[in-house]
């Protein structure tokens, strides 16, 4: 006959225990409590002073424009390379807070470029821009793009 004695059980215990598991999130969820306080208390609070009559300062712009010719224009107006470092100090001199637009034609060389940018931060400018035509961007998605291929996309003016 098939009775059982004892209180002996044969079942096995299909459980998961999850004790351990809310400790550790526990203690994990403690540790980021404390070094986020620690962390917001570590910065410096600084009460700016207020002023009527105070003047935002507003950065110096300077368009500069590298044509296929070799000309160099500020501003639409043509320029020598040590007229530009005149001007630049200048701008500088009455605002420190200068910044350089920088366009090159398609057609002028890549040197030309790199040169233009080591005249600009050689006289101590350190925010420039490079304006580019939007139309003309390559997209955003790789398998468009070639990438991971070594295949370049076309140039713009190039047919397939």
Request: net charge negative.
């Amino acid at each position: 006959m098939g009775s059982k004695l004892g209180g002996e059980d044969d079942d096995l215990i299909a459980d998961i225990n999850i004790t351990p598991f809310v400790d550790i999130i526990l203690v994990v969820l403690i540790i980021f409590m404390v070094t986020a306080t620690t962390i917001v208390q570590s910065s410096i609070k600084v009460n700016l002073p207020e002023a009527a009559s105070g003047e935002g300062t507003e950065a110096t712009s300077l368009g500069l424009t590298l044509l296929p010719d070799g000309e160099l224009l500020l501003d639409g107006e043509s320029i020598t390379p040590l007229d530009l470092r005149a001007r630049i100090r200048s701008a500088k001199a009455s605002n420190d807070d200068v910044i350089c637009l920088i366009a090159a034609d398609k057609a002028v060389a890549h040197g030309r470029v790199v040169w233009l940018l080591d005249l600009v931060k050689s006289e101590g400018v350190v925010k420039f821009a490079i304006n580019i035509d939007k139309s003309q961007m390559v997209p955003s998605d790789p398998a468009t793009r070639g990438e991971g291929r070594g295949i370049l996309p076309p140039a713009p003016n190039e047919g397939g």
